[in-house]
């Protein structure tokens, strides 16, 4: 009986030693970001890690735009998921640190301006609106519906949008205002675009901004509006003629992380399949001709930002994946 108890012990021991030395060769692929371009992202890690069978192990975080950035500037992760290009502080954050990156655009979103069902009042809003409700100068003064527009009703208005670390709050004021990061701080504001989901569509009054793949999987709770008379669909966001609010969202790879056969297999992987998993997501997916493109400044490690620091409302992602980066 004693030996069969001391074979079980060895066995125990023997299993769990194993356990531990699997776990310590899993590799880890580190990503975190933006919570708009999180959807996609979680599914292609979902699918990697089911190829690689347990070998790999993917990590997917929402800090927003900014406070990713703030992570993979310090090199604390490998991948960064961004919905607007990197900004000139962050690009000279990450040149202090020695770290560099190749970026690749990975789908289309477009900003949704959202209401409740229940409201029956509007079905437009133009830019010019917009910058009525959210301009710093309205902080206090814009706090009714027919503030904006006679014709709207004399009732409070109830605004929600993203928080300040967020990629789409710096495209969203560069769009409406004009100038990135300018807004009323007089409003609900979340990284987590869930909490605005469920802000908007509990009240009447209400009227907020989320990403398209939010309003997607939320149709039944929230109303879109058309921009300038233009519904954000698929075929407008591809098309860019629902603008302003058309955008490419982005990954951000690390160079240095790159060198780490997961990271490489992981980000090639994403490329090859980000069509069809924008498309489960509810996201639109560029042409497979871009995906190739970026495969293959992936594979040249075509490092730097084609941008100057701050998004470029309405650009065409063909154009950007063909533009040479400059020596900043």
């Known amino acids: 009986m004693k030996k069969r108890m001391g074979f079980v012990s060895v066995v125990v021991v023997l299993f769990y030693l194993s356990s531990i030395f699997a776990a310590s060769e899993r590799r880890v692929v580190k990503i975190d ?20 069978k347990g070998k790999v192990q993917v990590t997917v975080g929402i800090s927003g735009t900014g406070g990713g950035f703030k992570k993979f500037c310090r090199g604390e992760t490998d991948i960064q998921d961004a919905s607007r290009p ?25 900003i949704t301006i959202i209401v409740s069902h229940q409201n029956t009042w509007v079905k437009n809003i133009t830019v010019a609106s917009l ?21 709207w009703p004399n009732k409070p208005i109830k605004l929600f949008g993203a928080g300040s670390d967020s990629g789409t709050f710096d495209y969203f004021t560069e769009a409406v205002t004009g100038k990135s990061k300018s807004s009323r701080g007089d409003y609900t504001a979340s990284e987590d675009d869930n909490t605005l989901v469920l802000g908007v569509s509990s009240n009447p009054q ?15 709770k929230l109303k879109a509006l058309s921009v300038g008379g233009v519904f954000p669909s698929e075929q407008t966001i591809e098309q860019g003629t629902y603008t302003p609010f058309s ?16 990271v490489k297999s992981f980000s090639e992987f994403y490329l090859h399949n980000a069509y069809k998993l924008a498309k489960q997501v509810k996201y639109v997916p560029l042409p497979q001709k871009l995906y190739t493109l970026a495969l ?19 650009l065409k992602v063909e154009e950007l994946l063909k533009r040479e980066i400059p020596n900043l």
């Open 206 to 220: 209400a009227l907020g901004y989320i990403p398209f793949s939010y309003y997607e999987a939320n149709k039944k």
């Open 296 to 314: 293959e400044n992936l594979k040249k490690e075509k490092r730097g930002t084609v941008f100057g620091g701050k998004a470029e409302i309405g």
């Open 33 to 52: 970001g933006s919570s708009t371009v999180f959807p996609i992202t979680e599914a292609v890690a979902e699918e990697f890690q089911k190829e690689q």
């Open 131 to 151: 910058k009525t409700l959210w301009e710093p100068g309205a902080q206090g003064k814009i706090t009714q519906w027919n503030h904006v527009l006679p014709e």
């Open 247 to 262: 955008r490419p969202i982005f990954i951000y790879v690390s160079a240095e992380a790159l060198k780490k056969q997961e």
């Open 86 to 110: 990197i900004l000139k502080s962050e690009m000279e954050i990450c040149k202090a640190q020695g770290i560099s990156y190749i970026e690749l655009p990975i789908a289309y979103d477009a």
